[in-house]
C-alpha cells in the first residue's frame, strides 16, 4: 500500500510541477537556485507523506483496539485452527520499522518531480505565458 501511495505522490508531484512551470520559472528568473526549487517540492511531497502515514496510522491502531476490544471469532474455531479468534499484536519496534520505511518510501518519491522542477529552463517555462 505504501508504494500505491508512492506512486500517487509521484503522480501529484509531477502535476503540479506541470501546472506551476510559470511560476517555477519566475522564481528560476529571480535567482532562485535549482537547489531552492528541489526543496520546495520534497518539502510538499514530505507534508502529503507526512499526512497520509499519520493518518494511515492512527486509523490502523484504531482497528487494532477494536479488534482487541471485540475480538473476532475465527469460522471452525479450534477444530479447524489452533486458535479461536483473530490474533491482534502490535509492538512499537514494529510500528517504528514502519513509519520509518513510509517516510523513506515518501521520500524517494519525491525526489524524481522535484529534480524536474529544479532543473526547468525559466525561458522555457516563460516562454508562452
Known amino acids: 500500500m505504501v ?11 509531477i502535476m503540479v510541477v506541470m501546472e506551476k512551470q510559470k511560476e517555477i520559472g519566475i522564481l528560476k ?4 537556485t535549482r537547489r531552492g526549487i528541489l526543496k520546495i ?7 502529503i507523506g507526512l ?9 490502523g491502531l484504531g482497528v487494532c483496539w ?3 476490544v ?4 475465527i469460522p471452525g474455531g ?4 489452533y486458535i479461536e479468534n483473530l490474533p491482534v499484536m ?13 517516510l523513506l518510501v515518501c521520500y524517494l518519491a519525491t525526489l524524481y518531480p522535484a529534480w524536474q522542477a529544479g532543473r526547468m529552463d525559466p525561458v522555457e517555462a516563460i516562454r508562452y505565458e
Open 29 to 32: 528568473s529571480l535567482g532562485s
Open 90 to 102: 502490535v509492538k512499537g519496534s514494529d510500528l517504528g520499522m514502519i513509519f520509518g520505511l513510509s
Open 66 to 68: 477494536f479488534i482487541h
Open 41 to 47: 517540492f520534497v518539502y510538499q511531497g514530505m507534508l
Open 3 to 13: 508504494v500505491v501511495a508512492a506512486f500517487n505522490i509521484v503522480s501529484t508531484l
Open 51 to 59: 499526512v497520509g502515514t499519520v493518518t494511515g496510522f492512527v486509523l
Open 78 to 81: 479450534g477444530s479447524v485452527y
Open 70 to 73: 471485540h475480538p473476532i471469532h
